[in-house]
């Protein structure tokens, strides 16, 4: 599948000698119609417990789930595939310099990012939300954090929507990763964490956690989840072909369901699951 990206990526001079050892490491490549030997590579998250989740090398999660429907779908079994890790700021370049074929990391269908890349999907829509103290009671929205401090994470549109829309007041620390967010809140240094509800309720249930913390439970954004494409892709109709499959075959319920266990998560019916947007935006 990589060397479908070849092309694009050798011209973009600066990333040529990346692109070279990573097609060098690729095998043969040559997409699924070679079968076979040849593997796809998913970017997934590694850190966020029920929706992409590394424990020694055997990855979970809902979009792990999802990413391997899609692969087998596209002509990829289990052992084809490649997991590594995309964090939230490294995204966009993990996808344009080739490095990865696909990305299911909950990743936010956004304009600004379709700049860089594109998207098929989304297979899912959650929404930005607050993770606070299990005792807090003054923090209940995103009007109510003037004075606070707060923790998101680089290159990710939660961090973006508190710099956009609730600066004033609001004294926010980025991390690498939400683990690390939820870390500081725990030891006080930070009176609220926030990105998606699904990603919150994940963190907040893992053992290490819970009890501690908890959901606010007021989201204010829509965040559809997309399966981040290159550009120059031509796999988006059947990305989208797969999704549907996998949410006609009850499949998807199924993932979201296992995932969502004990978390306390209830995920929004009304936009779940998603209708596919048209490949062509
Ligand atoms: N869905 C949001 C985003 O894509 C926040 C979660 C994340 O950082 O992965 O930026």
Same mark, same amino acid.
């Given at each position: 599948?990589?060397?479908?990206?070849?092309?694009?990526?050798?011209?973009?001079?600066?990333?040529?000698?990346?692109?070279?050892?990573?097609?060098?490491?690729?095998?043969?490549?040559?997409?699924?119609?070679?079968?076979?030997?040849?593997?796809?590579?998913?970017?997934?998250?590694?850190?966020?417990?029920?929706?992409?989740?590394?424990?020694?090398?055997?990855?979970?999660?809902?979009?792990?789930?999802?990413?391997?429907?899609?692969?087998?779908?596209?002509?990829?079994?289990?052992?084809?595939?490649?997991?590594?890790?995309?964090?939230?700021?490294?995204?966009?370049?993990?996808?344009?310099? #080739? +490095? &990865? !074929?696909?990305?299911?990391?909950?990743?936010? $269908?956004?304009?600004?990012?379709?700049? *860089?890349? @594109?998207? /098929? =999907?989304?297979?899912?829509v959650?929404?930005?939300?607050?993770?606070?103290?299990?005792?807090?009671?003054?923090?209940?929205?995103?009007?109510?954090?003037?004075?606070?401090?707060?923790?998101?994470?680089?290159?990710?549109?939660?961090?973006?929507?508190?710099?956009?829309?609730?600066?004033?007041?609001?004294?926010?620390?980025?991390?690498?990763?939400?683990?690390?967010?939820?870390?500081?809140?725990?030891? #006080? +240094? &930070? !009176?609220?964490?926030?990105?998606?509800?699904? $990603?919150?309720?994940?963190?907040?249930? *893992?053992? @290490?956690? /819970? =009890?501690?913390?908890?959901?606010?439970?007021?989201?204010?954004?829509e965040?559809?989840?997309?399966?981040?494409?290159?550009?120059?892709?031509?796999?988006?109709?059947?990305?989208?072909?797969?999704?549907?499959?996998?949410?006609?075959?009850?499949?998807?319920?199924?993932?979201?369901?296992?995932?969502?266990?004990?978390?306390?998560?209830?995920p929004n019916d009304e936009l779940n699951p998603p209708?596919?947007?048209?490949?062509?935006?």
């Amino acid at each position: 599948m990589r060397t479908r990206t070849t092309g694009a990526i050798a011209l973009a001079a600066t990333a040529a000698l990346t692109l070279a050892a990573c097609s060098d490491d690729s095998g043969s490549g040559g997409g699924e119609t070679e079968g076979g030997d040849d593997s796809v590579t998913i970017g997934i998250k590694f850190d966020q417990p029920g929706l992409g989740f590394m424990e020694g090398d055997t990855p979970s999660g809902f979009d792990v789930e999802v990413a391997k429907y899609v692969a087998n779908e596209l002509g990829y079994s289990e052992d084809q595939i490649e997991w590594t890790e995309a964090p939230s700021a490294q995204r966009e370049t993990l996808l344009s310099t #080739g +490095q &990865v !074929d696909m990305i299911f990391a909950t990743y936010s $269908i956004t304009d600004e990012r379709r700049e *860089q890349v @594109s998207f /098929a =999907g989304p297979y899912f829509v959650a929404g930005q939300d607050l993770l606070v103290a299990a005792d807090n009671t003054d923090i209940t929205g995103p009007d109510t954090l003037d004075g606070k401090n707060l923790c998101s994470v680089t290159g990710s549109t939660s961090a973006q929507r508190i710099k956009d829309e609730y600066s004033e007041g609001v004294n926010l620390l980025e991390q690498p990763g939400y683990a690390e967010c939820v870390t500081a809140l725990i030891a #006080g +240094q &930070v !009176d609220a964490v926030t990105t998606d509800d699904i $990603i919150l309720a994940g963190l907040g249930a *893992q053992p @290490s956690n /819970a =009890g501690q913390v908890k959901v606010v439970g007021n989201t204010f954004s829509e965040e559809l989840y997309g399966v981040g494409i290159p550009q120059e892709s031509d796999q988006c109709e059947a990305i989208n072909e797969a999704i549907t499959k996998m949410v006609d075959d009850g499949s998807w319920q199924e993932a979201l369901d296992a995932a969502t266990e004990g978390t306390g998560y209830v995920p929004n019916d009304e936009l779940n699951p998603p209708e596919y947007e048209p490949c062509d935006m």
